[in-house]
């Protein structure tokens, strides 16, 4: 593990201050209060020193210490154990077993002499029990055999509280409220003194090794484990942090969160309680005292006082982040949320994240700077502006100060590695599109939409298009010429499009259709541009790019007028004007014409010849260029045929006159056959064309949403027309017996067999009899089923009927009618079957209700 600079030793009391040319004289013990620091030593004597402390600009401490008294204690014995109770200004000393009370400034011993006898070490109880702020709780361990006592120590007197025993002879003791945490001749326990309930906790011995017992907390304790292990444990008895290992010669131990401290023979070794790793050591010979004191460490050896001056931790942690070790700085930065005031932290500790994501950035750990980033609230210009020409011109953004990183710009944090460059701004890419929608953009919006198109532009990506079609707050100076730069000019017109500067962005588009420019974006992009006129709302545009559209293709480019919204062709465009602009396109006109008649359904007269005249032109065209020697029907006189069956609205005889001489049997029997003339129509077709199942058809067509007569008269015509041709055209006999056949149910049967020759066999109208007769027979059925079930109706209301005679009818002037709620004047009256009673003039109006009772549907 990599060290680090936690702390800087300083010497706090040189030998010559405290004791002169004493040479036999040494430190026992220290004790520091403040800026008061009191040393005990050998010879009996207590030291007391001012310490001033002056802060360097490296970010350690200097001190000075003035000596302000010295006293003897009047023992012979070396002064044990010093320790403050600043609330009593008392200062408790340990010498010769004997606990003296004396004042912290005059070092006078308290006028009533009050002190405790028999103490071989005893310790403060930080955490009291008791609520009086002017008296402290002291523990002793007492020099009788595993005794322990504990005691109110008061400004002038002390009185003992508890006393109890233990199972072993205690070595050293440590307070925290009720429970003791004791380290006996062989195990350290825990113990309540307060229920008498012990908890073992591990074993040691105490030949081998000092023993170590320290409180670091709340309910938390340091021990000496064995095999060189600081142990934690609580008063429940378990440890909620994992071990740190030290020397197997620890002589003492102190804790300045978030470091453990420990002391041998030749070392201060400073570990981590967030990691338990080593972070630290120095060297330090002869020392033989290491305690804390309100979060400030002394060390002392038998001739010197020194103060383990810890360097702040924000500075640790930016050493770390230096030495690129970002976990560790990271733990380290949340463990000193304790000791921050939280704003402060919160300000701190974002910067370290945001901080510990370049790094990661650097390192090309896109996953690990991302969560950092998010973490850390990261500015994210602060990411773009490592990106030149990102950032838009007109963006006022200044780095952090001091720097968040070390890097002028992507160049150099990559080196000129082309590879590594592109997958940093993959990941910027990636990163932007993330957070553009998030609380991290804003009031940054333009600064990461513009940086997010310079992006794809640069790279050639399909989302580009994405960002331009969607809401965005790319800024359009520098976005055009970024994307002019890049070739990038259909993306360009999106961008004017979006910025309500569409007469813009469709010259553009046209001029890379006609080829002014290069951009292969979208290979169809004329089908665009169309697209997008057929949805545009602005007029002006549309009639300026008409003729470009259609002339470049007219069944592509008449989509301008016929794929527009309904609610906007009847409000913006009128298709007269449409049918003006389209006179030159008579391809485009057609299909025009045939979004308003077919699409649309528009009932206008004019519109319909006109298509119809359109069609028939065509076709007249088609069979001049094809010599009239194909039958088959195009499409365009598929078409006509349709229309001319379909439409009710052009002007027949208009085109019949049109239609005269061209050789179009089949149209022309459709336009005689609008006009009524059926049996013209029928003959046109039978006799002139020949094609009996154009006939066929036609009688299905002209008869179809008409009555039955309608439709028999049809077929009854038709057949006599095969019929007067006589055995001398066996085809329309033919013909003759298929109509029958095919169609029965639409010949009245009596009819056909008065007109059918008497040589035709029973076999061969077998079809026609047979279907005849279902319909007679089914005809015949439906009107019993109907008469059946009018019968039964009826009967149910003359049973209703006999149902009313067979009850009382009361009437009365005094009965007032259920409707008028007037009185009846005459015997006459209407009944409901519920019994309401009414006028029969008031029952005659329908639409008048009785308010109460409600009368029933029938009378």
């Not at 701004?425 to 310079?454: H, P, Q």
């Not at 559209?549 to 009847?570: A, H, I, N």
């Not at 009965?815 to 079957?833: D, G, I, N, T």
Request: hydrophobic share 40%; net charge neutral.
């Amino acid at each position: 593990m990599m060290s680090i600079k936690a702390f800087t030793l300083v010497s706090a009391v040189e030998r010559e201050l405290l004791m002169g040319d004493k040479e036999r004289v040494n430190i026992e013990c220290v004790e520091c209060c403040g800026r008061n620091l009191y040393v005990g030593t050998s010879d009996g004597f207590v030291y007391h020193f001012l310490l001033e402390e002056k802060p360097l600009p490296t970010g350690t401490a200097a001190f000075t210490a003035t000596r302000q008294l010295h006293r003897h204690l009047g023992f012979r014995k070396p002064v044990s154990e010093l320790r403050a109770a600043s609330a009593l200004d008392r200062l408790l000393v340990l010498c010769d077993s004997c606990i003296s009370l004396v004042g912290m400034r005059s070092l006078e011993p308290v006028p009533s002499g009050a002190r405790i006898k028999g103490a071989s070490t005893f310790a403060l109880n930080e955490n009291p029990v008791g609520g009086d702020p002017f008296c402290v709780e002291v523990c002793i361990l007492s020099v009788k055999r595993r005794t322990i006592q504990v005691f109110l120590v008061y400004e002038d007197r002390v009185q003992i509280v508890k006393e109890v025993s233990t199972p072993e002879q205690p070595l050293a003791v440590a307070v925290d409220g009720h429970f003791l945490c004791l380290a006996l001749s062989t195990q350290y326990i825990i113990l309540n003194y307060s229920t008498g309930l012990s908890q073992d906790l591990f074993p040691y011995c105490s030949e081998e090794k000092r023993p170590i017992v320290k409180r670091i907390g709340r309910q938390e304790f340091l021990l000496a484990g064995p095999g060189g292990l600081g142990m934690f444990a609580t008063v429940a008895g378990i440890s909620q942090r994992a071990p740190v290992h030290w020397s197997e010669n620890v002589i003492g131990a102190a804790v300045c969160f978030p470091y453990v401290l420990a002391l041998d023979s030749e070392f201060i070794t400073v570990h981590s309680m967030l990691d338990q790793q080593q972070k630290q050591t120095l060297p330090f010979r002869e020392g033989h005292i290491l305690q804390d004191f309100e979060g400030r460490v002394i060390v002392a050896t038998s001739k010197g006082v020194y103060i383990l001056v810890p360097l702040p931790l924000e500075k640790q942690i930016q050493d770390l982040l230096a030495s690129r070790r970002v976990e560790e700085a990271l733990v380290l930065a949340k463990g000193a949320r304790r000791n921050i005031p939280k704003e402060k932290f919160q300000v701190m500790y974002r910067r370290i994240l945001q901080q510990a994501g370049f790094i990661q950035f650097a390192q090309l750990q896109f996953l690990e700077a991302k969560e950092l980033f998010r973490s850390g609230q990261l500015d994210v210009r602060e990411l773009i502006s490592l990106h030149p020409f990102l950032l838009p011109t007109s963006s006022s953004f200044t780095r952090s100060h001091p720097p968040l990183h070390e890097y002028a710009d992507l160049n150099q944090l990559t080196q000129g590695d082309q590879e590594k460059m592109a997958k940093c701004k993959r990941f910027l890419m990636s990163y932007l599109s993330e957070v553009r929608s998030t609380e991290v953009a804003n009031g940054y919006k333009e600064d990461i939409d513009t940086a997010l198109l310079k992006l794809y532009a640069e790279a050639d990506h399909d989302s580009l298009l994405d960002l331009l079609v969607t809401e965005n707050f790319c800024l359009l100076t520098d976005s055009v010429a970024w994307l002019e730069k890049h070739r990038k000019y259909f993306a360009l017109g999106l961008l004017y499009h979006y910025n309500n500067q569409d007469a813009t962005a469709v010259q553009l588009w046209v001029n890379i259709v006609n080829g002014d420019i290069q951009d292969s974006t979208r290979a169809d992009l004329y089908e665009y541009i169309v697209d997008f006129l057929a949805c545009c709302s602005d007029q002006q545009l549309v009639w300026a790019y008409a003729d470009w559209v259609l002339q470049r293709s007219e069944e592509v480019g008449v989509q301008v007028f016929t794929k527009r919204p309904l609610d906007e062709q009847q409000n913006i465009f009128n298709p007269d004007d449409v049918i003006s602009c389209l006179k030159k396109y008579p391809r485009a006109l057609a299909r025009y014409l045939e979004h308003l008649v077919v699409d649309r359904n528009v009932q206008k007269e004019e519109y319909h010849t006109h298509l119809a005249v359109l069609y028939l032109e065509e076709v007249l065209r088609q069979r001049a260029a094809s010599g009239g020697a194909d039958p088959t029907a195009t499409e365009t006189q598929t078409k006509l045929r349709r229309l001319l069956q379909k439409s009710d609205l052009y002007r027949v005889h208009f085109l019949i006159e049109r239609i005269q001489g061209a050789g179009l049997p089949v149209e022309r029997a459709i336009l005689h056959g609008k006009l009524g003339e059926h049996e013209q129509a029928l003959r046109v077709l039978v006799h002139e064309l020949g094609d009996t199942a154009a006939a066929e058809d036609y009688c299905l067509w002209s008869s179809e949403g008409q009555d039955t007569p309608c439709r028999q008269h049809l077929f009854h015509t038709l057949l006599a027309m095969y019929l007067q041709a006589g055995p001398a055209a066996p085809t329309l006999t033919v013909a003759a017996v298929d109509l029958l056949n095919r169609h029965a149910t639409d010949f009245d049967a009596a009819q056909v067999l008065q007109l059918l020759p008497g040589s035709w066999s029973v076999q061969l109208l077998s079809p026609f009899l047979t279907g005849a007769m279902r319909g007679t027979v089914h005809a015949r059925r439906t009107a019993q089923v109907a008469l059946g079930l009018a019968r039964s109706e009826n009967l149910l209301y003359a049973a209703d009927k006999m149902k009313l005679r067979g009850s009382a009818i009361w009437l009365s002037d005094q009965k007032l009618c259920q409707l008028c709620q007037h009185p009846f004047s005459e015997p006459a009256f209407v009944r409901y079957p519920n019994g309401g009673l009414v006028h029969p003039h008031c029952a005659a109006n329908r639409q008048k209700a009785p308010s109460s009772p409600s009368p029933g549907s029938r009378t």
